[in-house]
C-alpha cells in the first residue's frame, strides 16, 4: 500500500459522496449537523472548527445506533476523520496547499471511498515551514485548551478592558506623517532568520517602537518557532504602551482568538494559506464580537482574489515574504495591487499591509507607490541598538509625535 497517491491528487468527486453514502448506522449529515452542507458541497454553518463542540450531539445520536461504548468512539472516530478529509478537500479546491494535520490513515472499521487515502510515508512529514508550524499548532492548542477551557476564556473576555482601534491607528498615523503608518514587530527570532536580538526585553522595544512613532505594535507569541509569548502580550499591554497591539500567531482555531483577547490583544492575524474562506468569515465574526481588528494576510493573487470576496475585511496585509520558501521580494506588493484587485481596495478603502523585507526609505517609497497605507516591519529595527532611531533611519526621516 506504501507510495499509493495520497486522495487530495485523486478526484474529489471519488471522495466527497462519502459524506452522504456513509455506511454507519448515523449518517455523517445528522452526525455533523452543525456544519448544514448544502448538496453543493458548501459549508452554510460556520462550525468547521468547533467538531469538538459536536462531539455531545455525536455522543447523543451515537446511544441510539451503537451498541458498546468502544463501537461508539470508533463511530465518533471514524465521523470526525471524515470531517477532517472533508475539509481538507475544500481547502484544496480554493487552492490551499497547506494541510492542516498530517494526513492520517483512516480509523479502523472505515469503509468508504475514504479509504484511497492510503498510507504514504513522505505525506507525513511537513513539506514546509506553514505546514510545520500548522501541524504543531494544532497540537498546541489542543494542549492549552484543557488548561484555559473555552467557557472560561469567555468569561474573562467579559471583564477585559476594552480594546483599541488599530485600524484607526494606522489612519491616523499615515494622515499625520504622509507615511504609511508602521506596525513594528517585536521579534526576538524567526525560522528564516534566526536569533535577531540576543538581550531581548520585549517591554523596553515597545516602548521605543512607540517613541519612534510606530502606530501599532505587531507582538510575536509564538514560542517553539519565534521565541516569543504571551506574556510580552500581556507585559508590553500591562507596561502602559498606547499603541494598539496584533497578536501575531498561527491562527487555526476560534480558541485562539479568545485567548489572544485575554492576554491584551487589540488585533489577530488571518493568514489565507492556512484558512478556508468560511473559516476566515467566521473568525472574522468572532473578532468583531470581541472587538477585535483583523489582519488577513496573503501572499498571491489567488489569495488576494479569495480575500476579496469575503465580507468584512478592512486591513489585507501582503506578505513579501513566502511562508514556504522564505523568499522575499517587495515586488510581490506592487505585483498584488495592479490590476482588477487593486481598483477593488482602492473603491473599498480598505488599508493594504505591506509586509516583510523593508529595510530603507526606498523600500517604503515603492511600497506606499505601490498603493499600501500601512507597513509592517520587524528585522531591520529590531536589530537595531536603539529600534527607536531603527525607525527614523527606516522612513528617513523622524516620524515620532515630537
Ligand atoms: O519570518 C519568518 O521566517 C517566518 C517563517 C514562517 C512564518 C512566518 C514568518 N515570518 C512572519 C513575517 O512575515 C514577518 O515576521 C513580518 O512580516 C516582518 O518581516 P520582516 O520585517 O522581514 O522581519
Known amino acids: 500500500m506504501e507510495g499509493l497517491v495520497p486522495v487530495q491528487r485523486l478526484s474529489i468527486k471519488v471522495a466527497s459522496p462519502s459524506l452522504y453514502r456513509c455506511n454507519n448506522s448515523v449518517s455523517i449529515r445528522r452526525s455533523i449537523s452543525g456544519f448544514a452542507m448544502d448538496r453543493k458541497r458548501n459549508f452554510r454553518a460556520p462550525s468547521q472548527f468547533s467538531i469538538r463542540a459536536q462531539q455531545s450531539d455525536l455522543k447523543e445520536s451515537l446511544a441510539v445506533s451503537s451498541s458498546s461504548v468502544e463501537d461508539k468512539g470508533n463511530v465518533l472516530r471514524i465521523k ?32 468508504g471511498p475514504f479509504e484511497l487515502r492510503l498510507h504514504n510515508n513522505d505525506a507525513d512529514s511537513p ?38 482601534d488599530f485600524v484607526g491607528a494606522l489612519r491616523m498615523a499615515h494622515k499625520r506623517t504622509g507615511f504609511p503608518g508602521l506596525i513594528a ?27 519612534g512613532g510606530a502606530a501599532c505594535l505587531s507582538v510575536l507569541t509564538d514560542q ?15 507596561a502602559g504602551v498606547k499603541c494598539p497591539l496584533l497578536c501575531k500567531e498561527f491562527v487555526v482555531d476560534p480558541w485562539q482568538i479568545y ?11 488571518l493568514i489565507a494559506a492556512v484558512l478556508t474562506d468560511l473559516e476566515i ?7 468583531k464580537k470581541l472587538s477585535l481588528a483583523a489582519l488577513v ?36 506588493t506592487k505585483k498584488l495591487l ?6 477593488q481596495i482602492r473603491e473599498r478603502d480598505m488599508i493594504v499591509v505591506g509586509e516583510s523585507g523593508l529595510f530603507t526609505p526606498d523600500d517604503i517609497a515603492y511600497v506606499q507607490a505601490a498603493g499600501v497605507k500601512a507597513v509592517l516591519v520587524g528585522e531591520s529595527i529590531v536589530k537595531q541598538n536603539d529600534p527607536e532611531k531603527g525607525i527614523a533611519g527606516l522612513f528617513g526621516r523622524n516620524i515620532s509625535h515630537t
Open 297 to 332: 494576510e496573503v501572499h498571491d493573487e489567488r489569495e488576494m482574489g479569495r480575500v476579496l470576496g469575503i465580507e468584512g475585511i478592512e486591513l489585507v496585509g501582503i506578505n513579501n515574504r513566502s511562508l514556504e520558501t522564505f523568499e522575499v521580494d517587495i515586488s510581490n
Open 127 to 164: 513539506r514546509n515551514i506553514l505546514e510545520e508550524i500548522t501541524w504543531y499548532k494544532d497540537v498546541e492548542v489542543s494542549r492549552m485548551k484543557e488548561l484555559n477551557p473555552l467557557d472560561v476564556l469567555k468569561k474573562a473576555v467579559e471583564d477585559a478592558p476594552p480594546t483599541r
Open 281 to 287: 468569515t467566521f473568525l472574522l465574526k468572532i473578532c
Open 80 to 111: 470526525e476523520w471524515e470531517v477532517e478529509m472533508y475539509q481538507e478537500e475544500l481547502a484544496i479546491s480554493q487552492g490551499i496547499r497547506i494541510r492542516r494535520k498530517p494526513p492520517s490513515k483512516a480509523p479502523l472499521g472505515y469503509s
Open 338 to 343: 495592479e490590476g482588477e484587485h487593486g481598483r
Open 259 to 269: 485567548y489572544a483577547r485575554t492576554k491584551g490583544a487589540d488585533a489577530v492575524l
Open 185 to 211: 514587530e517585536v521579534k526576538k527570532a524567526s525560522p528564516s532568520r534566526g536569533i535577531l536580538k540576543e538581550n531581548f526585553d520585549p517591554v523596553e522595544i515597545a516602548q521605543a517602537y512607540e517613541k
Open 224 to 238: 517553539k518557532y519565534f521565541q516569543g509569548g504571551f506574556e510580552n502580550l500581556e507585559a508590553i499591554r500591562s
